[in-house]
């Protein structure tokens, strides 16, 4: 089944820590990527995206991360975490018949 | 420009009425989603539409949900006779229909509370 896989349920880190999130689709042909970010009580905000070129997307707040076509993987990467990111996080990939399907989600803890 | 506007924020119903949800999407976005928001479960795609057009509601329930998006006003997502397990936060999003960025924008949802 078309699918978006995101591995880690919870993570929980000290301040200064490197965070790598995992996501993994299952779509077939051309998807466009999301990260958004949830914090708590809010809405959901876009991170970054990607939809073509250099492979290496970078988002606000010093977020990145890494579309792998060969993997059909989209990993999140932020190399030093502060308390403020402590949120949970969703992958989304927009599909070439323009639905966007979310992944379960991570929910990140940084502790001071 | 304002946001994607969704209200209530919150609503509370008794077991067996009817609970309708609003989106109002961004200016000039034609494409709206709904997805559901259970603790632990993450964000589950309900429905997709386009103005005066369901394109894809592989993530509705069978019976009591249905939605709209009319050509004019906003989008409306409605449960029928709802019960406990209705409960859950109610997102919306909107995106345009063509453009270079194509990100969808969230509303600030809708958290049903069924009692």
């Known amino acids: ?112 | 420009n304002a946001g994607v506007m969704q209200n209530p924020r919150h609503l509370v119903r008794r077991r067996g009425q009817e609970a309708r949800l609003r989106c109002s999407p961004m200016k000039g976005h034609s494409h709206v989603y709904w997805y559901r928001q259970l603790p632990e479960e993450g964000l589950k795609f309900m429905v997709y539409l386009q103005k005066e057009n369901i394109i894809d509601e592989s993530g509705m329930p069978k019976e009591r949900f249905s939605a709209e998006f009319p050509k004019e006003g906003p989008s409306i997502l409605r449960i029928q006779q709802v019960v406990r397990g209705d409960s859950a936060a109610y997102f919306c999003a909107s995106s345009p229909i063509t453009g270079v960025n194509l990100e969808a924008f969230f509303g600030q949802g809708t958290r049903l509370t069924v009692v």
Do not use: M
């Open chain 1, 1 to 112: 089944a078309q699918s978006v896989s995101q591995h880690n349920h919870h993570v929980i880190l000290s301040e200064a820590a490197s965070l790598e999130l995992g996501c993994n689709y299952s779509y077939g042909g051309t998807v466009n990527l999301f990260w958004y970010v949830q914090y708590p009580g809010q809405h959901l905000q876009l991170l970054l995206k990607y939809f073509s070129g250099d492979p290496l997307v970078k988002g606000i707040k010093g977020f990145e991360a890494e579309f792998i076509k060969s993997k059909f993987s989209f990993n999140l990467r932020k190399p030093s975490v502060q308390w403020s990111d402590t949120a949970e996080y969703f992958c989304a990939v927009r599909t070439g018949a323009n639905n966007l399907f979310f992944g379960t989600g991570t929910r990140l803890t940084v502790i001071p």
